[in-house]
């Protein structure tokens, strides 16, 4: 599966953002999906993430504590897209934000299908 992040940009603290991830191949529905960030000078981290569901839009969501509150999670196996929505943004979350595909949740920090990552800065 091959994976597009799109819509990162400049916010201000506090704005919304929503990111996209479209996926490529008619597995896409099958995979879990997940959203890492990595800021300057720190390791990549899970941010969110979506298994797979039988249905257009299901799937369980996982959060990070750091974004619990803040960031919803959705998908839309018709369109192949997940959706990071993220809300009352703060400086700390300024990274280079990647979504992952794999079979299992556990599995996607270690995965091989990345997308080439969308950067978010947030300004205070």
């Known amino acids: 599966v091959q994976l597009q992040a799109s819509g990162g940009g400049l916010v201000q603290a506090g704005d919304p953002l929503r990111l996209s991830c479209v996926g490529s191949?008619?597995?896409?529905?099958?995979?879990?999906i997940g959203w890492f960030r990595q800021a300057p000078g720190k390791e990549r981290e899970f941010v969110a993430a979506i298994s797979w569901s039988g249905s257009r839009t299901g799937g369980r969501t996982y959060f990070a504590d750091s974004v619990k509150g803040r960031f919803t999670i959705s998908r839309d196996n018709a369109k192949n897209t997940v959706y990071l929505q993220m809300n009352s943004l703060k400086p700390e979350d300024t990274a280079v934000y990647y979504c992952?595909?794999?079979?299992?949740?556990?599995?996607?920090?270690?995965?091989?299908?990345w997308g080439q990552g969308t950067l978010v800065t947030v300004s205070s």
């Open positions: 992952a595909a794999e079979r299992s949740v556990i599995a996607l920090s270690s995965t091989d299908y």
């Open positions: 191949g008619r597995t896409f529905s099958s995979y879990d």
